[in-house]
């Protein structure tokens, strides 16, 4: 399978909710303003989606509640699965990379992508790097 990605990348590899906010209000945003851009879950990033457990960087943790208020009122959810949902409505293609899916123990067929994105090949996505003319990490 070919895949086409996009200009700009963003690299999600922190299984953190403020890297799951940060990452996917950007690329929401910038689609939504004609920018080609796609988000790849990888490492961390990937493997909290595939556990459903998710945490705060350690120097948010004491703004937890303030964020999860702050964001709701801006109209914007920190559950990653709405974020999620959110950024495929806009059009922003998200893609979950199949090398860590492999590291973390996924067993195809049984061992599920996350709802929401698509599989990455490694050589794939190696391929988009060297194209992409930004390559973002959040």
Same mark, same amino acid.
Request: glycine content about 10%.
């Given at each position: 399978?070919?895949?086409?990605?996009?200009?700009?990348? @963003?690299?999600?590899?922190?299984?953190? *909710?403020?890297?799951?906010?940060?990452?996917? *209000?950007?690329?929401?945003?910038?689609?939504?303003?004609?920018?080609?851009?796609?988000?790849?879950?990888?490492?961390? =990033?990937?493997? $909290?989606?595939?556990?459903?457990?998710?945490?705060? $960087?350690?120097?948010?943790?004491?703004?937890?509640?303030?964020?999860?208020?702050?964001?709701?009122?801006?109209?914007?959810?920190?559950?990653?699965?709405?974020?999620?949902?959110?950024?495929?409505?806009?059009?922003? !293609?998200?893609? $979950?990379?199949?090398?860590?899916?492999?590291?973390?123990?996924?067993? !195809? !067929? =049984?061992?599920? @992508? !996350?709802?929401?994105?698509?599989?990455?090949?490694?050589?794939?996505?190696?391929?988009?790097?060297?194209?992409?003319?930004?390559? @973002?990490?959040?």
């Amino acid at each position: 399978m070919v895949i086409k990605m996009a200009e700009t990348l @963003i690299l999600c590899k922190e299984g953190t *909710i403020n890297s799951y906010l940060s990452a996917l *209000i950007v690329a929401t945003n910038e689609k939504k303003a004609g920018e080609d851009i796609a988000v790849v879950f990888m490492q961390e =990033g990937l493997a $909290a989606l595939v556990d459903k457990k998710y945490r705060y $960087a350690p120097g948010l943790e004491g703004y937890a509640e303030d964020i999860k208020k702050n964001a709701a009122g801006m109209g914007i959810s920190s559950d990653p699965f709405e974020l999620i949902k959110m950024a495929n409505s806009a059009g922003v !293609p998200l893609f $979950a990379c199949y090398a860590w899916m492999k590291l973390l123990g996924g067993k !195809p !067929p =049984g061992f599920e @992508i !996350p709802e929401g994105l698509q599989k990455l090949e490694l050589t794939d996505l190696l391929k988009e790097l060297g194209k992409a003319k930004k390559v @973002i990490t959040l």
